[in-house]
């Protein structure tokens, strides 16, 4: 038998899932759920469109069981299941834009729905958002319907400065006092999950997010004495 597996180092699936425990614990804190249709965000993926050429664009938030967008151009949809999200591959690599220049030959993507279906996804550049502990909230994303040869460095350098715009945008919006009472519920929520299951490894972190959205509720309510 393999030491490794005994000598109390996670299994690289259940270190993903703690680490998706805690991501997940960062979009609820970081109250991006609320801002749908956000016009500022808007804004942005319509310049983000139009500077790729490309017909579609979208911010796209990874939660827990779907990718939800609160800004796009050219989608039918304000969400898709998580499975089917080239942004949820995107978020692996949180200092890397995912590049697919032709999906039909990427065995990550080519019996993909959004491929074969009517959407006809061919080219994709993803850029994680991250918040200001690195944790990756989402991605903005270009998407085409031709495949593309390459991108240009300019290119990466303009979807990284749009992102990072978007990652401003986010996490300077003010969150209103239901929406942050419905992130520490969520927080509290997989904290209570976290230590029925006997696993409180995660539960400094997520109790460090609670605090922090709880101290912004008191500045708040002192404020409006």
């Known amino acids: 038998m393999d030491d490794k597996l005994n ?9 993903l899932d703690r680490q998706q425990v805690v991501r997940q614990a960062a979009v609820y804190a970081s109250g991006v759920l609320s801002m749908a249709e956000n016009p500022a965000l808007q804004q942005l993926v ?43 591959h995107a978020i692996e690599q949180t200092d890397e834009i995912l590049t697919v220049l032709d999906a039909t030959y990427d065995p990550r993507f080519r019996d993909n729905p959004m491929v074969t279906g009517p959407t006809h996804v061919r080219f994709y550049l993803g850029c994680p ?14 998407i085409g319907v031709d495949p593309r040869a390459h991108v240009s460095a300019e290119e990466y350098s303009r979807l990284r400065a749009l992102a990072s715009e978007a990652t401003r945008i986010i996490t300077h919006h003010q969150l209103s006092p239901a929406d942050r009472t419905t992130a520490l519920d969520k927080i509290g929520g997989q904290i209570e999950d976290l230590i029925r299951s006997g696993d409180e490894s995660l539960v400094t972190d997520l109790d460090a997010m609670l605090r922090r959205l709880e101290r912004q509720e008191d500045r708040e309510r002192r404020r409006g004495k």
Do not use: H
């Not at 000598?7 to 270190?15: M, V």
């Not at 979208?58 to 779907?66: F, H």
């Open 7 to 15: 000598d109390g180092t996670p299994a690289p699936s259940e270190a």
């Open 46 to 88: 319509e310049e983000a469109a139009k500077y790729f050429c490309v017909p579609m664009a979208a911010v796209s938030i990874i939660d827990r069981d779907r990718q939800w967008f609160p800004a796009g151009v050219g989608l039918d949809v304000n969400e898709t299941a998580r499975e089917v999200s080239f942004c949820d």
């Open 129 to 142: 958002l991250l918040d200001a502990n690195g944790r990756a909230l989402g991605a903005l994303c270009v």
